[in-house]
């Protein structure tokens, strides 16, 4: 049987470890590490993410601002909000919850925010910077899964990692994290012919497609350690990952559960990045 790589224990921890050096660093500044997020629209998962995100931040004592806009906002009006977020001192981190409605490009807008408040880490300075090993900001999600791994001591240089999706949000960064820390990489997507022969090889295995338990414990290597990154709903309304949790846990050494894996550290990771802004903003 598996043992949890618990998310939300260690995103407890990471939580405090932000509220501590908050504190010190608020000493420093005259004022609290900053986080602005911006919602457009009504999107009711991007409602409960950012009403967590708010709720982070006033715990570990960071400044939060949230910025509601109506849907009809236009490209240029939520541009011009970015620029003036980002020469604000107040501002070390700003988020645009995605996604955006289909009349604003997600894309010019993300590339609008200072790559220096990037916290997100999805603006193309710091993805590019990303393939030499020296972004600013790491993209949370991936950022959080390697800080699982590492509290789990999971061994990743030498593995055999397969990861499973190539989104520029969690797929190819996580690739290139895991690459850097050693491992061999394969990269596959929900097309790729025979994808449960790469899945057996991997020693690390990372799930991100969005497809309610598409891997199964008969594609999983006994002993591997599996990363379930996919939030679903299946066919009773109950939230489950892209990994049939039961199947797996019978093959795998370590596994995230869904809800309590990843969901946590990424927000915890949302933390971490602003904390290292506030501080380079100090310097």
């Known amino acids: 049987m598996s043992k949890l790589l618990d998310g939300a224990a260690l995103a407890k921890e990471l939580r405090q470890q932000c509220r501590q050096n908050a504190d010190v660093l608020a000493a420093r500044l005259g004022r609290k590490p900053g986080l602005d997020v911006i919602l ?20 570990v004592g960071f400044r939060s601002r949230l910025h509601r806009l109506d849907e009809q906002l236009t490209q240029a009006q939520l541009m011009t909000l970015i620029r ?12 645009v919850q995605l996604p955006l409605p289909a009349h604003i490009d997600s894309r010019a807008v993300i590339e609008t925010i200072d790559p220096a408040k ?3 880490g999805f603006h193309i300075h710091n993805a590019g910077a990303l393939m030499t090993g020296a972004p600013l900001f790491r993209p949370c999600t991936p950022y959080g899964v390697m800080k699982l791994l590492e509290k789990a001591a999971v061994p990743i240089r030498g593995a055999e990692a397969v990861v499973v999706g190539a989104s ?24 790729t012919r025979d994808l449960a022969a790469h899945t057996r090889r991997a020693d690390i295995l990372v799930v991100a497609v969005g497809r309610a338990r598409m891997i ?5 290597k006994e ?12 066919e009773n309304g109950k939230l489950c990952g892209d990994v049939d949790f039961a199947s797996a846990s019978e093959k795998a050494a370590w596994i995230t559960p869904v809800p309590g894996g990843v969901g946590p550290m990424t927000r915890a990771m949302l933390l971490v990045n ?3 802004a506030a501080q380079r903003a100090a310097i």
């Open 40 to 59: 457009v629209g009504q999107d009711p998962a991007s409602q409960v993410y950012v009403r967590h995100k708010v709720a982070d931040c006033e715990e």
């Open 84 to 95: 003036q977020l980002n020469e604000d001192s107040a501002v070390d981190g700003i988020l």
């Open 118 to 120: 990037d916290v997100d």
């Open 168 to 191: 520029n949000i969690v797929g190819k960064p996580q690739a290139l994290l895991l690459l850097q820390a050693g491992a061999t990489v394969t990269i596959c997507n929900s097309k």
């Open 216 to 220: 199964g414990g008969d594609m999983i």
């Open 223 to 234: 002993g591997a350690t599996v990363i379930d990154v996919g939030m679903n709903r299946d």
């Open 274 to 276: 602003t904390l290292e």
